[in-house]
């Protein structure tokens, strides 16, 4: 069973540039959540979707982010016109969200740097 | 306003011996509580949970127990092996929150090391 998959793993952008990271969950999974964690830092929350559906963007900067996860294919974190700030490490999970499991499972990340 | 702390940001400890990860948290409605492993440049990885109808829950290795009345936590991990060096991080999830999004609110986590 492969278990979340990212990418790309690393991706650098020049300052106004746009950023797209993409997320498969684990088989079986329909819930997508999508972390940012800056140095130094632990994980921020950011989106949680299920299929076509955003739940809860309330960690989500207003302004220049997006995210969306379609009927057929990967989860997509879109960064519009991206800033040095934007620089960090974007982990994606997912989960099956049954009543007995609320483990959320990792992928590898994302390592954006923006020059 | 941290929700989710881990005072200490880093621990030493010989092999075999006990490793003591510590976590405090502020908002009582957290009700469930989770452990995470990471190794640089990889993804978090789950290690163990509690449910705060419980106070303690082990798996192998690991044991995590849980004081709801001072709002803190801890994760045992004995033996200690040089395999466990890496960061672990400490995490919240609230039953209820907004839509009922289970999202997860991290500690800053505490990087162990293992000295064999």
């Known amino acids: 069973n492969a278990g979340v998959m990212q990418n790309p793993r690393h991706l650098v952008r020049r300052r106004g540039q746009e950023a797209r990271l993409r997320c498969s969950p684990m088989k079986g999974h329909s819930h997508v959540y999508w972390y940012r964690q800056l140095p130094e830092e632990g994980l921020k929350f950011m989106v949680y979707l299920q299929k076509e559906n955003i739940i809860d963007e309330s960690g989500m900067p207003k302004e220049r982010f997006s995210a969306e996860f379609p009927k057929e294919g990967p989860s997509i974190l879109r960064i519009q016109q991206v800033v040095r700030g934007d620089s960090a490490a974007y982990f994606c999970?997912?989960?099956?969200?049954?009543?007995?499991?609320?483990?959320?499972?990792f992928g590898p990340g994302t390592r954006l740097t923006v020059t | 306003d941290q929700q989710v702390k881990q005072n200490s940001p880093s621990l030493s400890v010989q092999e075999g011996r006990i490793s003591i990860l510590n976590c405090d948290y502020t908002n009582s409605m957290f009700d469930y509580f989770l452990w995470y492993k990471k190794y640089p440049a990889e993804g978090p990885t789950f290690l163990i949970s509690?449910?705060?109808?419980?106070d303690k829950n082990e798996d192998g290795r690991f044991t995590v127990f849980l004081n709801k009345s001072a709002k803190h936590l801890s994760l045992h991990i004995v033996p200690s092996q040089p395999g466990d060096s890496a960061v672990y991080f400490c995490a919240a999830s609230q039953k209820y929150s907004g839509a009922g999004s289970y999202q997860l609110t991290f500690g800053k986590g505490t990087k162990l090391s293992v000295i064999p």
């Open positions: 999970a997912s989960s099956p969200r049954t009543d007995s499991s609320y483990e959320q499972y």
């Open positions: 509690i449910s705060s109808i419980k």
